[in-house]
């Protein structure tokens, strides 16, 4: 009886195809088997610039975030840069007394927090790309993202989409680089896009659409820092329901149509669908962004205080989830620590 060997007992393995451990043993063939890497260039880090020029507060429920005035955005973003941060996405929050009113007239103050910020940081860090967050929510009395018919409280869309697209258009003229609507307001993508045409800056302003942010509980620590929860109500009517995965890819295909330049889903982990459909509906042609917002990032940090796992095994592997899924841009408060542990 012939002796069996090692080469030929191979044969008797079902598919030569099922043999696969090879293939990512080594740390550097399991890399290769990654469709993207998460670099630093993919990083987008989100700063709440408070109208106080002097404040520096801890956002007690969103781990080591602050809310800044101008006075401390260089000396806070100095290292960063240095470290390799490419991208900052601002959001203003107005503090003063009486500075909230029902059209968010506040939002596009030449001397408000975004655009005083945007100018700030063009002057000292040339190489940074600044994406303006262009929203009312922080602005308004209501709290609300746009315009309320007086009847009803609901959005006024058509008076919303004007105001909407007149900030855009006055933080494009700033300077910044992306203008980046999160109103859920329909029609406000081609509205935008054709002011910057107009206005002769289209050719440098690129414009990324919230496409797809979905209404639900994990904006809580965002509107502790932003100062932006709605007075009344919530935002259902207007933000998409956590199970319609139609409407998301509805407004991914009306967005791409009206001109955006780059498609972003939000929340990111509870989506990761979705960020797939934005990619396969765009089919690869647009950048598709993801946010990890503020909930996400927080019990990340909960489960990590809790013993549950370790900080940053889950930070990346909960980023790397969200590439897989088809992001190629992520905007994610774990930036800082990313830039340490990130060696490109």
């Not at 001397?111 to 063009?122: A, S, T």
């Not at 600044?130 to 009803?152: F, K, Q």
């Not at 009344?232 to 955006?260: H, M, N, S, W």
Request: a neutral charge; glycine letters at 8%.
């Amino acid at each position: 009886m012939p002796v069996q060997t090692a080469s030929s007992s191979f044969d008797t393995a079902p598919n030569i195809s099922s043999h696969l451990h090879g293939g990512y043993h080594h740390p550097l063939s399991r890399s290769w088997q990654a469709e993207r890497q998460l670099t630093k260039s993919m990083l987008i880090y989100p700063l709440f610039i408070s109208d106080q020029r002097d404040e520096e507060t801890l956002i007690p429920s969103l781990p080591n975030q602050h809310r800044r005035g101008l006075n401390k955005l260089v000396s806070f973003l100095k290292p960063l840069v240095e470290k390799g941060l490419q991208s900052v996405i601002l959001f203003g929050v107005p503090t003063a007394s009486g500075v909230k009113d029902p059209k968010g007239t506040a939002a596009d103050d030449p001397q408000g927090p975004v655009i005083g910020g945007i100018k700030m940081l063009r002057e000292n860090f040339p190489q940074l790309f600044i994406v303006a967050d262009v929203c009312l929510c922080e602005y308004t009395s209501h709290g609300h993202c746009g315009i309320l018919r007086d009847e009803d409280g609901s959005l006024e869309n058509v008076l919303s989409v004007e105001r909407i697209s007149d900030v855009a258009l006055a933080y494009a003229r700033a300077g910044a680089h992306c203008v980046a609507p999160s109103d859920m307001n329909d029609g406000r993508i081609a509205a935008i896009k054709k002011k910057l045409i107009a206005d002769g800056i289209a050719h440098r302003v690129l414009l990324m659409s919230y496409a797809a942010k979905f209404a639900g509980c994990l904006y809580g620590p965002f509107r502790d820092a932003a100062n932006s929860s709605p007075s009344f109500g919530d935002r259902k009517c207007y933000q998409l329901p956590p199970t319609g995965r139609g409407l998301a890819r509805r407004a991914i295909r009306r967005d791409v149509l009206e001109g955006a330049d780059v498609i972003m889903v939000k929340p990111a982990s509870a989506y990761l669908d979705i960020i797939s459909d934005a990619r396969e509906i765009t089919r690869a042609e647009l950048p598709v962004a993801a946010y990890q917002v503020s909930g996400e990032f927080a019990m990340i940090h909960a489960g990590a205080r809790a013993g549950v796992f370790d900080l940053k095994t889950m930070a990346l592997e909960s980023t790397q989830g969200i590439l897989r899924a088809g992001a190629t841009i992520v905007i994610s408060y774990f930036t800082p620590e990313f830039l340490d542990w990130l060696t490109l």
